[in-house]
RNA sequence: GCGCCCGUAGCUCAGCUGGAUAGAGCACGAGACUUCUAAUCUUGAGGCCACAGGUUCGAAUCCUGUCGGGCGCACCA
């Protein structure tokens, strides 16, 4: 064990290196799967500091019942001097005690690792691309693109921590019918820069007033060279310019939510470059790709439905109830078909693929699993591929719904929210839910400064933390760790629960669920919060005990370490550590 | 009609990929401020985990069906 190995990393070590003896003792089979082995703290701490199931888990692969296993597996842990007492209990599980020595070292090694204290090599460098974001460019952020945003920057930074290689990547949509309204509407505002009245903005074209300076600037650049000109000499360039004149705004509002990706990648390079085509090509050579008439919609049939024959994608062949047209009529490429070109392009520079999308884009999860799992199984080296559904937001002042109108280009921004109530305000409370379910954003509350809203409370439990060290200083007293052997069980308590942090990491990391250092934060909070106010009833629980200088050090150290823990679990939230409120 | 997501305390939500007696916050009842920040804490009450079957040593968790809510169901993105 290294000095500074984690005592969670530490102790399934241990478990695993027991579970490996008694294979080679043929008490298991050998090569048996330990992977739903887990060691972890028992919800009822009277049940000791760590339980594993591994006695029952693999009880059957070792033909023989869980206590029976269970008490070889004791056998080859009870002569360990970290472990005070190795128990079977229940059906099967193994609650180990832990040697308080455990914990006093625990301190020392957050103290050792700071920054790093929770992160992992579990992904073992795997690359993993995660898509997120990739709002259309043809107008600023607003509040639909939100939660998307935070989770997929969350996910990302967590993975990273977990030893991932992670590619934050944003998908640009610069070739479809949508830029070229955006052209179409610059257009408009660059005429209106030049003095013209446009008079109201007509329907089909983005009415929106950030599209003025864009206009402007196009003013300012080629004067009146495009007025007259037909729409073929400026269409490119006009959807060039605003396209980049969009990503720039972008940029800017996913700045205010502390979110910046690595790679923006452009649909309309990728077609330039023949992607699509390559990815038709190789399809239609193993047969997953044919050209045929699709049935009317069931349900709904519209009354311009006709059937015409176009290249299909076999997704059936993987699940989804129909196949998928990949070019449209007019022969350019549908969404679908350049995405699926996009997918594999991804493929090539990492091992691992995940998208966050919104929930209204369930309905297209299928066929781009299909796709990816037709192009990378064929190729020999199946990509594993996960689609993250984040679900609808919806907002609320003081329990009233904000009415909002897209057609009007009347909608909150991004930038809206992070100035009303602040980026750390907006992150943590979008990551307070699990993603795939709905949740409520009500801005009366979570501005709230304490009640409703977590983030404060977690801040402020960092805040007092930073306020005693301060305080302390002023009595000339420091944090020190000569002597920690004084502190006792309250201590210890609040060690424990802070000493879960990495295993909170991998699991989180595992699942994809940055959700789960939210919570986990809060209740290290709470039990920072109670640990305090111990000191209220007995004032020879206080931190800082003037007249007990060693006592004090050590409490200070101890506090300390429990404020590296949250600092470092915002972190990966994006949220600010705060050291006063 | 079909697909996906959700349904856990009065309300808002967790529940660690199937574990031991289902947990927090708000609201409600009872308490703790000459303080290291009471922006906090302690304590009480509150549950047929939507419903019905199934899988097994064991289910809020997995499978099937029903009911209820949301989202989607073009060659749109």
């Not at 990503?247 to 502390?258: E, H, K, Q, V």
């Not at 940055?514 to 986990?520: E, L």
Request: glycine residues 8%.
């Amino acid at each position: 064990m290294s000095e500074t190995q984690t005592l969670h990393a530490a102790f399934a070590a241990k478990i695993d290196a027991v579970l490996e003896a008694l294979e080679a003792e043929a008490v298991l089979p050998a090569g048996v799967s330990r992977s739903n082995v887990t060691v972890e703290p028992p919800r009822d701490p009277s049940h000791g500091d760590l339980a594993t199931n591994a006695a029952m888990v693999l009880a059957k692969q070792a033909k023989t019942n869980p206590r029976a296993l269970a008490e070889k597996i004791v056998e080859k842990l009870s002569d360990d001097p970290l472990i005070d007492a190795a128990e079977i209990a229940g059906p099967g599980f193994i609650n180990l005690r832990l040697a308080n020595a455990n914990w006093l070292r625990e301190i020392g090694t957050i103290a050792a690792l700071k920054g790093d204290y929770g992160r992992s090599v579990r992904g073992a460098g795997r690359t993993v691309n995660v898509e997120y974001v990739s709002a259309n460019p043809t107008g600023p952020m607003h509040m639909g693109h939100c939660r998307g945003a935070v989770v997929g920057d969350a996910l990302a930074a967590l993975l990273e921590y977990a030893g991932h290689t992670v590619i934050r990547e944003y998908y640009v949509n610069d070739a479809g019918a949508q830029v070229q309204t955006l052209a179409r509407s610059a257009h408009l505002r660059y005429r209106e820069a030049l003095g013209e009245d446009i008079g109201e903005i007509p329907e089909g074209f983005y009415p929106g007033d950030y599209l003025k300076p864009v206009g402007q600037k196009l003013a300012d650049e080629f004067g009146d060279a495009y007025v007259a000109a037909p729409e073929s000499e400026w269409l490119g360039l006009f959807r060039e310019k605003s396209v980049a004149a969009m990503m720039d705004m972008i940029r800017a509002d996913l700045a205010m939510l502390g979110i910046h990706h690595n790679v923006f990648a452009s649909e309309a390079e990728l077609q330039a470059a023949g992607k699509p085509e390559a990815a038709e090509k190789w399809l239609r050579a193993h047969d997953l790709v044919y050209d045929g008439v699709l049935e009317a919609p069931k349900g709904k049939t519209p009354e311009d439905w006709e059937p015409v024959e176009l290249p299909l994608f076999r997704s059936t062949r993987f699940g989804d109830d129909q196949d998928r047209p990949i070019k449209k009529s007019d022969g350019n490429w549908t969404y679908f078909g350049a995405d699926l070109a996009y997918h594999m392009q991804k493929a090539e520079k990492a091992d691992e693929l995940i998208d966050i999308w919104g929930a209204d884009h369930a309905g297209t999860v299928k066929r781009i699993k299909a796709a990816v799992a037709a192009l990378s199984e064929g190729e020999g080296k199946p990509i594993p591929f996960d689609v993250k559904l984040v679900q609808m937001v919806q907002l609320l002042r003081g329990g009233e719904p904000v009415k909002m109108s897209k057609r009007s280009g009347n909608f909150i921004t991004i930038a809206d929210m992070v100035e009303e109530v602040g980026k750390d305000v907006v992150r943590f409370t979008m990551l307070t839910r699990k993603p795939e379910a709905q949740m409520d954003f009500d801005f009366a509350k979570v501005v709230e400064a304490s009640k409703d809203n977590p983030v404060f409370y977690v801040q402020y439990a960092h805040a007092r933390i930073a306020s005693t060290r301060r305080k302390a200083a002023a009595e000339n007293i420091h944090p020190a760790d000569d002597s920690l052997d004084l502190l006792g069980e309250a201590e210890l308590a609040l060690v424990k629960l802070a000493a879960q942090f990495p295993r909170q990491v991998e699991a989180a990391a595992q699942a994809r669920e940055p959700h789960r250092i939210a919570f986990y934060l809060y209740d290290l909070a709470a039990a920072f919060h109670a640990f305090w106010n111990l000191g209220n009833d007995d004032p020879s629980k206080r931190i800082i005990l003037s007249d007990k200088v060693n006592l004090t050090q050590s409490r200070l150290f101890m506090a300390d370490q429990i404020g590296q823990v949250i600092r470092n679990g915002l972190a990966l939230l994006g949220v600010e550590a705060v050291e006063e409120l």
